[in-house]
Structure formats: C-alpha cells, structure tokens
C-alpha cells in the first residue's frame, strides 16, 4: 500500500512561489501515474495537474498552465508542484494523488486517480 504525504504548504503573497513536495512510501512509485488536486473552501476538488509514471508526460488545468510545474523523481519516491506567480485564487488545499498500477507510460484524466494524500494548506494573500 503506497501512502502518500504532502508538504511544503504555506502563506505566500500574490505573485510569489512554493514548491510543494509529495513523498510516497513503498517500493512501486516508478509503477504510477500521480497528479495534484486542490480544493478551496466551499467549492469542489478539482484537478491542477498530472504526470506520467515516467514523467515524459505532463498535462495542467488551464488556470494553471504556464505558471506551475509538476515533475517528479522516481529515486526519491516524490512528486513535486512548482508554483509561480500565484493569485488569491490559487489559495485551497492541495493534494497529491496515484493511480492504479500503470502497466504503460500513459497521461492519465482526471478520474483515474484513487488514492490521495492528506493535503498541505495554500493560502495567497492579496
């Protein structure tokens, strides 16, 4: 069982960067695909942005395109976010996710993911 923790989280201003990190236990990160969520209050979780098991793929929300960055290092067993220029907007929770086993080097939609993180608090202020 792969058990996924964020963290990295903090208070920032408009127009500043975090990176936020998720480390993955177990032996089979290589075997994933994983991604990154968030979820402000009052609103639904909704998908930030995704990355192959290779990471050769990446895919982003458009709100977020051109101003974050997933990556990830299959050594380390973590998934990274780097987030630039971030707007009040940008202030939710996130959370890291994997699918299932990925028995091929795909890009996965947003409905594939299964297991998630505990999240770690964004907050930007104006």
């Known amino acids: 069982q792969v058990q996924l923790v964020e963290s990295g989280g903090g208070l920032v201003q408009a127009g500043g960067s975090l990176r936020l990190s998720c480390a993955a236990s177990g032996r089979t990160f290589s075997s994933y695909a994983m991604g990154w969520f968030r979820q402000a209050p009052g609103k639904e979780r909704e998908f930030v942005a995704a990355?192959?098991?290779?990471?050769?793929?990446?895919t982003y929300a458009d709100s977020v395109k051109g101003r974050f960055t997933i990556s990830r290092d299959n050594a380390k067993k973590t998934v990274y976010l780097q987030m630039n220029s971030l707007k009040p907007e940008d202030t939710a929770v996130y959370y890291c996710?994997?699918?299932?086993?990925?028995?091929?080097?795909?890009?996965?939609?947003?409905?594939?993911?299964?297991?998630w993180g505990q999240g770690t608090q964004v907050t930007v202020s104006s």
């Open positions: 990355i192959s098991k290779s990471g050769g793929s990446t």
């Open positions: 996710a994997r699918t299932p086993v990925a028995y091929t080097d795909y890009l996965p939609s947003p409905t594939d993911f299964g297991s």
